[in-house]
C-alpha cells in the first residue's frame, strides 16, 4: 500500500453553544476495506458448504441470497476504492440547528 493511496474519512461536529466545540473522528478508509477483504473471502469459503448452486442459499428470514450479498460487498469495495482516488474533497457539510457537520476525505 503506498501513502498516495492513504485516506482518511474524517468526520466532525461543531456545537454552536459551547463556542463551536470540535468533535473530530479520523477513521482510516482500508481500515473499511480490509475488512471487507476479509468478509468477503468468509462469504466465499461459505458458499462452499452451503446448499444450493453459486451461493443462492438465501437466509431463512432475508429475501436475499449469499450471492446478492457477495456481490453487495464487492460493489462496497469498489465505492471505496473510488473515494480513495483523486485529490482530498469534501463529501459533506451541512449546518442544521446550531450544530455542523462535516465529513471529508483527506
Avoid at 470540535?22 to 462469504?43: A, H, K, S, W
Avoid at 458458499?47 to 460487498?73: D, H, M, Q, W
Wanted: proline fraction near 6%; hydrophobic fraction near 45%; aromatic fraction near 12%.
Amino acid at each position: 500500500m503506498s501513502i498516495k493511496g492513504f485516506r482518511i474519512l474524517w468526520i466532525k461536529l461543531q456545537f454552536e453553544h459551547r463556542r463551536f466545540c470540535t468533535i473530530p473522528f479520523p477513521i482510516p478508509l482500508f481500515i473499511f476495506q480490509e475488512i471487507l477483504d476479509c468478509v468477503l473471502d468468509l462469504i466465499t469459503i461459505a458458499c462452499f458448504f452451503l446448499p444450493g448452486r453459486k451461493g443462492n442459499y438465501r437466509i431463512s428470514s432475508s429475501p436475499y441470497s449469499v450471492a446478492t450479498l457477495r456481490e453487495l460487498i464487492g460493489m462496497t469495495m469498489q465505492l471505496l476504492d473510488s473515494l480513495t482516488e483523486g485529490e482530498p474533497y469534501d463529501l459533506v457539510d451541512v449546518t442544521a440547528d446550531k450544530v455542523r457537520v462535516s465529513i471529508r476525505i483527506r
